[in-house]
């Protein structure tokens, strides 16, 4: 099983789509194994989109994501991260395919509702970002796991 990451974004907050946008993943079958509502530090949202430091977007970004709440999730699942990405739809949601979550409620590229770590190396620093303390993540087991996935996909 894989795990990644989800942060809805102050613009999903706002727009009271929290719900429906979580439901997406557990309707999915994801299981959620952590869950955070928290007005970030400047200095992690800083640090989780370090990667696009030089980019002339980068400050309006840390802007946009420390407007207002930001809620982290953790989710796990067989190709989490790919299933993720799948649901959330292209990251310019003008672009993004009807049945995605952009798709389905956004028209922006910056105002995109949702972010998913797009690697197993960038789930795993995200991860330990936003659940680094002990505890953060819970390990369980749904009743409904041995209907979300076949014996074969379990072992």
Same mark, same amino acid.
Do not use: C
């Given at each position: 099983?894989?795990? &990644? ?10 727009? #009271? ?16 194994? @952590? ?30 994501? &420390? #407007? ?13 991260? %790919?299933?993720?990405? @799948? ?37 795993? %620093? ?5 659940? @680094?303390?002990? @505890? ?20």
């Amino acid at each position: 099983m894989e795990r &990644t990451l989800v942060l809805l974004k102050p613009d999903a907050l706002q727009r #009271s789509l929290v719900g429906p946008i979580l439901s997406r993943f557990e309707q999915k079958g994801l299981k959620l194994v @952590g869950l955070k509502l928290r007005k970030f530090p400047d200095e992690v949202i800083k640090q989780h989109y370090s990667a696009h430091a030089e980019r002339p977007f980068y400050p309006a970004l840390v802007e946009f994501m &420390t #407007s207002g709440p930001v809620i982290a999730i953790a989710l796990e699942g067989k190709d989490a991260i %790919t299933v993720v990405r @799948g649901l959330m739809g292209k990251t310019n949601s003008a672009q993004a395919d009807p049945g995605t979550i952009r798709g389905d409620y956004a028209m922006s590229f910056s105002n995109n509702l949702v972010h998913g770590s797009d690697s197993p190396e960038a789930s795993v %620093t995200e991860l330990a970002l936003f659940f @680094g303390e002990d @505890g953060d993540l819970v390990d369980w087991t749904p009743d409904q796991t041995t209907w979300v996935y076949s014996g074969e996909e379990l072992s």
